[in-house]
């Protein structure tokens, strides 16, 4: 009976993953072109500059990750409840809230953006790269954002194989625009930005059309079922509950963007080889996290489905059959990193001071998988439970009472101080997760919250 369940479980996970780790590896894909594209060009600050300006406005997408994951975690709930205006419901609440904050970050744009680069320093060089990129990336704010509810809301419904169009026909819309502004036109820096632009709203199209589609399924009448959905939009204890979910992985994901951020603004002010080594680390990163997460997506959506079936022992079954194949999979990725990492890197740039401090960065990324992959799953299992304070206590735990004060410890280390700590973190976060869960799962899998 168990065999039977765990067949029917990998079944199912990896029939919501396998889309998710291929469109996935698709954005973190792109990302190394936009580095290699720049890389190639005669000077690093070039690179610097487009990673400063990516970090200035991704940081803030990043920021508000918390519309994907509540939208996915309450998505894939009201999926599992079999509760139709609640799916519908879901949806048209982070919708309103995404382009609201959209908006709003278009208002503000002049001192977001200066501010940002003041905190960011670096050279002069860098800094008038990076206004330029920033200064065209800010319009697309509230299509970014409304992509991130769109996203969610088709992981939690278990339409994976119409969220990895998504991706992926927005990342090649990105990569032909890349090289056509970029290698064709000669536009630089404004060229990448100019690109993701141009995709970011191409996806918003895309993705309301597959929402469209996916309703008109579902719930027959869009019209009837919204009807009754303005009227609860407004609710103010479900309204209440909605934001304190958010309040709550808006503080873990700041805390997140935190370190990131740091990463980013430290190397900087090590010199504009440092940054760019980092630049090129950190598309590692993705790369391996956008995989990671194609398993974790998955264990949202099932970990969800079962909280909202109330069934405990499908949620068992979900976490163990996720937790084998998230550690062989990151296995998979440091052995690629050990046998290949040093031929990835020439790909990303010829300028050979980058080249050679980036080799002795390595071996960082190498071990990285195995002490991180536990901390992305159980971020997806949170997610599917609905339960941010668990999720954003764990990161406030890791960031300040281990990055940071492991940061100080190892400074005299210079930049491979910070990937130290940068794994500590990682590991943290990976471990506090893993012991509350197993403390209190029954308890979270049948809480209303």
């Known amino acids: 009976m168990i065999s039977t369940a765990n067949k029917n479980e990998r079944a199912a996970l990896f029939a919501l993953a396998i889309p998710m780790i291929l469109s996935n590896i698709t954005v973190p894909l792109l990302g190394l072109v936009d580095t290699a594209v720049i890389g190639h060009l005669p000077h690093a600050y070039y690179l610097g500059a487009t990673a400063v300006g990516s970090m200035i406005i991704t940081s803030i997408i990043w920021f508000c990750g918390f519309l994907r994951m509540s939208t996915s975690g309450l998505a894939a709930q009201a999926f599992g409840s079999n509760d139709n205006n609640k799916m519908l419901l879901v949806l048209s609440r982070g919708l309103l809230v995404a382009f609201s904050i959209g908006l709003l970050l278009v208002l503000v744009q002049t001192p977001f953006v200066n501010g940002a680069l003041y905190l960011a320093g670096g050279s002069e060089q860098v800094q008038f790269y990076a206004r330029q990129y920033s200064e065209i990336r800010v319009w697309g704010f509230p299509a970014a954002l409304a992509n991130l509810v769109i996203l969610g809301w088709l992981l939690g419904m278990h339409k994976a194989k119409q969220a990895m169009w998504l991706i992926i026909v927005t990342n090649l819309i990105n990569l032909g625009l890349?090289?056509?502004?970029?290698?064709?036109?000669?536009?630089?820096?404004?060229g990448v930005a100019l690109a993701t632009l141009i995709a970011e709203y191409s996806s918003l199209i895309f993705g309301?059309?597959?929402?469209?589609?996916?309703?008109n399924k579902q719930l027959g009448s869009i019209k009837?079922?919204?009807?009754?959905?303005?009227?609860e939009l407004f609710a103010r204890s479900q309204l209440l509950a909605y934001l304190q979910l958010n309040r709550d992985i808006l503080i873990r994901t700041i805390c997140l963007e935190i370190c990131f951020i740091f990463i980013t603004f430290q190397g900087a002010k090590l010199g504009d080889n440092v940054v760019a080594a980092n630049a090129i680390l950190m598309n590692f990163i993705l790369l391996i996290s956008f995989g990671l997460d194609g398993i974790a997506f998955a264990a949202e959506a099932r970990v969800?489905?079962?909280?909202g079936a109330n069934d405990y022992g499908g949620l068992t079954i979900a976490v163990r059959v996720a937790l084998l194949y998230n550690f062989l999979f990151a296995i998979g990725y440091s052995v690629f990193f050990l046998l290949f990492g040093a031929e990835f890197i020439r790909l990303l740039s010829d300028i050979e001071p980058v080249i050679n401090y980036t080799e002795q960065l390595l071996p960082w990324i190498i071990l990285l998988p195995i002490i991180a992959c536990w901390c992305y799953l159980f971020d997806g299992i949170y997610i599917g439970?609905?339960?941010g304070k668990a999720m954003r206590n764990s990161m406030l735990i890791a960031t300040f009472g281990l990055f940071f004060p492991c940061w100080w410890l190892l400074q005299d280390f210079g930049n491979h101080g910070i990937w130290a700590a940068f794994s500590v973190f990682m590991l943290a976060r990976g471990i506090t997760l893993m012991w509350h869960f197993n403390k209190n799962s029954k308890q979270m899998v049948r809480s209303n919250s």
């Open 304 to 307: 969800g489905r079962a909280k």
């Open 178 to 190: 890349d090289l056509l502004f970029v290698v064709g036109f000669d536009w630089q820096v404004q």
């Open 224 to 231: 009837s079922a919204l009807t009754t959905v303005v009227a």
């Open 208 to 215: 309301l059309v597959l929402i469209k589609t996916t309703l």
């Open 385 to 387: 439970l609905t339960q």
